[in-house]
């Protein structure tokens, strides 16, 4: 069973700082890519930043320059900086993995998600 742990998510006021957390655990062999995506009532899901184990990074255009994704892959763990934050950030956070174990060869995996509220 792989298990994906999300932390960090809290309230903060507009221009504020958060750094979010996610690490995988379980049988693992290998993870590829890691990626944060986030969501609000009545739409739909979105990439906000993601990373291939080698390196590769995509942003949301809206969230350049302000959030910045990293990973420690001998810890499985991949986070996300925050920087001047704003209201329209507030949203469930959702950590994301494409793993391979001994008995499936890749899968994404989803993390229950995060709350981040941003006040004005």
């Known amino acids: 069973q792989v298990q994906l742990q999300e932390s960090g998510g809290g309230l903060v006021q507009a221009g504020g700082s958060l750094r979010l957390s996610c690490a995988a655990s379980g049988i693992i062999v290998s993870i590829d890519a890691m990626g944060w995506y986030r969501q609000v009532p009545g739409k739909q899901r979105e990439l906000v930043a993601r990373?291939?184990?080698?390196?590769?990074?995509v942003y949301k255009d809206s969230v350049k320059g302000r959030f910045t994704i990293s990973r420690d892959n001998a810890k499985n763990t991949v986070y996300l900086q925050m920087n001047s934050l704003k209201p329209e950030d507030t949203a469930v956070y959702y950590c994301?993995?494409?793993?391979?174990?001994?008995?499936?060869?890749?899968?994404?995996?989803w993390g229950k998600g995060t709350l981040v509220t941003v006040s004005s």
């Open positions: 994301n993995a494409y793993v391979k174990t001994l008995s499936v060869f890749g899968m994404d995996y």
């Open positions: 990373s291939t184990s080698g390196g590769d990074t």
